[in-house]
């Protein structure tokens, strides 16, 4: 049997590797035992399965095979930040980020190979989609990011947020898939308040996260609450106006009562006046949220810089003397890769001079 056809054992669900270890002439418990293996010790190799009988390891090894998500390449900030490619089964790469902080330990990652949004002002916007990572690849890197986190300051993981190369909203099915797995019992059983998945801003699909009744943290890449100049950085905002979203946000809200997070980069002569402080502050008014506004690590594909220090100070007074609850989050890795899609373009590029 050639690897081509085996099948990603990560693939199937509890109840359909059951059937196919009924097929195999094994018991249900068998079944069981091994899908605790895959999800709740994740275990990459079918030999590590200890409590498996020498012969039905070898079956699965004929049958199915683990696409294990390994790190290419770390890079270690004075910060204590750690940035790592990832490289996937089909040798593509990804990136996902240890963050830690006094308060948590946090990691970013990724839910696609490359975007499709083309943000102006994102190294990951000047990638093109290569395809969507599947459920077991985004649970991985929360996995392997995990590992670091004890490993480098023996301290497990406490958040994790969808903040790395991709558009979570554009890979619904396969995100809302790997927080079940990270969330279950039978899985790594994080709480879902522990995770906040970020969006561009698709419409539709934060209604259907809505609908979906999702027990997780949004947050909306805001950085404009201007139509015009969100259309200059943002092309997505061409099909998702600013009222789009709003009713959208509105509509999730009612269906979940959970509050949302608006990411707002102050950018130098951009959207760093009054003008853009009193358009934020109206646009906050329409759902229970707070405003995190984050510090930008310049990219080489754009011209873009931060604000200066006394404009982001002003800009987050003013959203305060409006009551709303605004946090400044320092740039984190500033002597590495740390702008999302830096270490994966680098990476992408050495490997293809080879």
Not at 267 to 296: G, R, S, T, W
Not at 313 to 320: D, G, K, T
Not at 335 to 343: H, K
Request: proline content about 3%; charged content about 25%; hydrophobic content about 35%.
């Amino acid at each position: 049997m050639t690897i081509k056809s085996k099948i990603d054992i990560r693939s199937l669900s509890a109840e359909a590797l059951t059937d196919h270890f009924t097929q195999f002439g094994e018991k249900g418990y068998r079944a069981k035992q091994v899908y605790e293996w895959l999800w709740q010790k994740s275990c990459v190799s079918f030999d590590e399965m200890s409590n498996i009988s020498k012969e039905l390891r070898k079956k699965l090894n004929d049958s199915f095979v683990i696409n294990a998500v390994k790190i290419n390449n770390s890079q270690f900030s004075s910060d204590k930040t750690i940035k790592n490619s990832f490289v996937l089964h089909d040798d593509h790469l990804i990136e996902g980020v240890l963050i830690p902080t006094p308060e948590r330990m946090t990691a970013c990652v990724s839910s696609q190979v490359g975007c499709s949004l083309t943000c102006k002002f994102c190294a990951t916007g000047y990638m093109e989609r290569k395809r969507n990572l599947n459920p077991d690849e985004i649970y991985d890197q929360v996995v392997l990011i995990d590992k670091q986190a004890k490993e480098n300051y023996g301290i497990p993981l406490s958040n994790i947020v969808y903040m790395g190369m991709g558009e979570p909203l554009l890979n619904y099915a396969n995100v809302l898939k790997s927080v079940e797995r990270i969330t279950a019992e039978d899985g790594l059983n994080m709480s879902p308040k522990r995770i906040t998945v970020s969006t561009a801003g698709i419409a539709k699909m934060i209604k259907k996260l809505g609908d979906d009744k999702v027990k997780f943290n949004l947050a909306l890449s805001l950085h404009a609450a201007n139509d015009e100049k969100r259309n200059t950085i943002m092309p997505i905002n061409e099909q998702n106006s600013l009222k789009a979203l709003a009713e959208a946000l509105k509509y999730y809200f009612a269906k979940t009562k959970n509050p949302v997070t608006y990411e707002y980069i102050v950018f130098n002569n951009f959207n760093d006046e009054l003008q853009d402080a009193m358009e934020l502050a109206k646009f906050c008014k329409h759902v229970p949220c707070k405003v995190n506004i984050i510090e930008y690590n310049p990219i080489s594909f754009a011209s873009f810089l931060n604000a200066g220090e006394d404009k982001i100070e002003a800009f987050a007074e003013y959203l305060r003397s409006q009551g709303v609850i605004t946090n400044i989050r320092r740039s984190r890795g500033k002597d590495i890769d740390a702008a999302c899609g830096q270490l994966a373009i680098k990476e992408e590029a050495k490997s293809e001079s080879i």
